[in-house]
Nanobody, 129 residues
Framework: EVQLVESGGDSVQAGGSLRLSCEAS????????IAWFRQAQGKEREAVSC????????YYVDSVKGRFTSSSDSAKSTVFLQMSTLKPEDTAVYYC??????????????????????WGQGTQVTVSS
């Protein structure tokens, strides 16, 4: 059974930092990708970043570039999202998502939520002014 478990969400002041973790288990794949999405209250889910096991590459949407960094441990079983200089606009439930077939792709495929077959339950990030 594939499971993804997010952790690390919290309530912080603007300008603060948080590190989210996504622990993936229950699958075997040579090539996979793990992405972070977020969904603010009343808004649609949007992609944040993607990590590809194929070459270790990471991808980000423009709104978080320079502030968020995705990384993995040496075993590639856990993916992190280090978030710095947090803004109130970053407030959302953050989800990790897994695709066990492909990497993140080179044409923005990773930004599409339907690309992923498995999702975690989410972790709340709240950034106050």
């Amino acid at each position: 059974e594939v499971q993804l478990v997010e952790s690390g969400g919290d309530s912080v002041q603007a300008g603060g930092s948080l590190r989210l973790s996504c622990e993936a288990s229950g699958f075997t794949a040579d090539d996979y990708s793990i992405a972070w999405f977020r969904q603010a209250q009343g808004k649609e889910r949007e992609a944040v970043s993607c990590f590809s096991s194929y070459d270790g590459s990471t991808y980000y949407v423009d709104s978080v570039k320079g502030r968020f960094t995705s990384s993995s441990d040496s075993a590639k079983s856990t993916v992190f999202l280090q978030m710095s200089t947090l803004k109130p606009e970053d407030t959302a439930v953050y989800y990790c998502a897994l695709d066990v077939i492909s990497g993140c792709g080179g044409f923005g495929e990773w930004r599409q939520s339907s690309y992923y077959g498995y999702w975690g339950q989410g972790t709340q990030v709240t950034v106050s002014s």
